[in-house]
């Protein structure tokens, strides 16, 4: 099981919301990782289930014909 932990950013803003545990930037960091990290280390099924969900969402939304897709946008888009 992967637990993604990311800092809540611009960047990060397009991963599914259910799938990642979003810390805040700054200040508070620091302790919300401690806490973050702590949850996930004592409940198996917190892990289970962000695991599921980014399992589920990288299956629907990130395909090889969907990367293949992209690529060839971004060959098209050079060539011209």
């Known amino acids: 099981e992967d637990d993604v932990l990311?800092?809540?950013?611009e960047e990060t803003a397009g991963f599914p919301e259910l799938s990642v545990i979003r810390i805040d930037?700054?200040?508070p960091e620091v302790e919300m990782l401690a806490h973050y990290?702590?949850?996930?280390?004592?409940?198996e099924d917190m892990r289970?289930?962000?695991?599921?969900?980014?399992?589920r969402h990288i299956a629907e939304h990130?395909?090889?014909r969907e990367?293949?897709?992209?690529y060839l946008d971004l060959?098209?888009?050079t060539a011209s």
């Open 25 to 27: 930037p700054g200040e």
């Open 37 to 43: 990290l702590r949850a996930l280390a004592a409940n």
């Open 75 to 77: 060959a098209a888009a």
């Open 48 to 55: 289970r289930e962000i695991a599921l969900r980014a399992a």
């Open 6 to 9: 990311v800092t809540d950013s």
């Open 67 to 70: 990367a293949a897709g992209m």
């Open 62 to 64: 990130h395909t090889l």
